[in-house]
Antibody
Framework: QVQLQESGPGLVKPSETLSLTCTVSGDSFTSSYWTWVRQPPGKGLEWIGYIYYGGSTNYNPSLKARVTMSLDTSKNQFSLKLTSVTAADTAVYYC??????????????WGQGILVTVSS | DIVMTQSPDSLAVSLGERATINCKSSQSVLYNSNNKNYLAWYQQKSGQPPQLLFYWASTRESGVPDRFSGSGSGTDFTLTISNLQAEDVAVYYCQQYYSHPLTFGPGTKVDLK
């Protein structure tokens, strides 16, 4: 059973860059679509995008201009960078993995989530 | 983008009774070539990540109690919890994975009456 764990700063200043890492354990890091989803406090879920093991990415158009995802296969980690953050980016950020071998499957594995607050 | 809507926003159900949650997509999520609906349901308890309940609209994830059932096709879907238990108190989300960006419904909160 794959396990995912988010890490990174819990507080980011407005206009700065949010940087998070997800560490994967318990399963192969290969051949999967490593995904970020966020949830503002008290609100619903928003798909941010994924990075495939091979390095290709697919971002939500609503965030595409500010999002970059990357992989570190030597550490079984993938990362999220979100630039020029505002208070609207305050959310719990989850890393997740779809259950099937494509980007068109639901998510059967989730990290516990990390709350990132954007505030000065 | 495919817009997902859910109804009701919230409902309160007595122990042992039935809860019914509706989900509607702005366009069909039925993929004709394999006759599968690209629709999932999740349960999210307070302070926890979402947990997958159903995929392909009606295929129960391993470990999900059979008092949960999923149905529907095309644009209209239903999650039913029969014989509601205290541990079913949660927010329930539908999600389409038919096209990118993947989108979720706004959630339905289920409480005990």
């Amino acid at each position: 059973q794959v396990q995912l764990q988010e890490s990174g700063p819990g507080l980011v200043k407005p206009s700065e860059t949010l940087s998070l890492t997800c560490t994967v354990s318990g399963d192969s890091f290969t051949s999967s679509y490593w995904t970020w989803v966020r949830q503002p406090p008290g609100k619903g879920l928003e798909w941010i995008g994924y990075i495939y093991y091979g390095g290709s990415t697919n971002y939500n158009p609503s965030l595409k201009a500010r999002v970059t995802m990357s992989l570190d296969t030597s550490k079984n980690q993938f990362s999220l960078k979100l630039t020029s953050v505002t208070a609207a980016d305050t959310a719990v950020y989850y890393c997740a993995r779809p259950g099937g071998g494509s980007g068109y499957y639901p998510f059967d594995s989730w990290g516990q989530g990390i709350l990132v607050t954007v505030s000065s | 983008d495919i817009v997902m809507t859910q109804s009701p926003d919230s409902l309160a159900v007595s122990l042992g009774e039935r809860a019914t949650i509706n989900c509607k997509s702005s366009q069909s999520v039925l993929y004709n070539s394999n006759n599968k609906n690209y629709l999932a349901w999740y349960q999210q308890k307070s302070g926890q990540p979402p947990q997958l309940l159903f995929y392909w609209a009606s295929t129960r994830e391993s470990g999900v109690p059979d008092r949960f059932s999923g149905s529907g096709s095309g644009t209209d879907f239903t999650l039913t919890i029969s014989n509601l238990q205290a541990e079913d108190v949660a927010v329930y989300y539908c999600q389409q994975y038919y096209s990118h960006p993947l989108t979720f419904g706004p959630g339905t909160k289920v409480d005990l009456k």
